[in-house]
């Protein structure tokens, strides 16, 4: 069966020519999907729904906030006190900070330490789990500033567009 779509978001391509649409028998299940060394496929997105039970969409929804992203960034190069991160992180309220760490130092990215002052000092590091993450917010971030002119334009044509 063939059929014809189109698209006219800005950014996107239009389709004017028929292609051939894959009927639902010959479309490989997820579970089929091996990889040469005949395991799964550790890419199924398929198990990054939104169930509650879901521990790699739970991971990916914490580790992917842009508050997260920002401590861990901030994390990378040393240690830093509660307030040292709340002026570092513009627009960060107190109570958004506090829960962001702890939710952070329960996935056991981030270390927290308790130093037995008055008044007590609290320090913030990133544990070596945290650490395996660096490289992949670096090339998010590069990624980002690579491309960050072609989505204002893509989001202005969009707009244009919308009316």
């Not at 990889?35 to 914490?62: K, Y």
């Not at 900070?97 to 990215?109: F, W």
């Not at 660096?134 to 980002?144: A, C, E, K, N, P």
Request: net charge negative; hydrophobic share 35%; glycine share 4%.
């Amino acid at each position: 069966m063939a059929e014809v779509r189109t698209s006219t978001s800005p950014g996107s391509f239009e389709v004017t020519e028929p292609f051939e649409v894959t009927e639902p028998s010959e479309v490989t299940e997820p579970s089929e999907v091996t990889e040469p060394s005949g395991e799964r496929d550790r890419w199924d997105v398929f198990q990054w729904d939104a169930r509650e039970d879901c521990e790699v969409r739970q991971i990916l929804d914490r580790i992917a906030d842009k508050w997260s992203l920002l401590v861990i960034s901030l994390l990378e190069e040393r240690t830093m006190r509660f307030n040292e991160l709340r002026r570092a992180i513009d627009g960060i309220s107190q109570r958004m900070l506090t829960v962001t760490l702890r939710n952070l130092e329960r996935d056991g990215l981030v270390c927290r330490t308790v130093y037995a002052e008055v008044p007590p000092r609290v320090e913030y590091c990133l544990s070596p789990l945290g650490r395996t993450l660096l490289g992949t917010i670096q090339s998010l971030v590069r990624w980002t500033e690579e491309h960050q002119e072609e989505i204002v334009r893509a989001r202005a044509e969009f707009d244009d567009a919308a009316g």
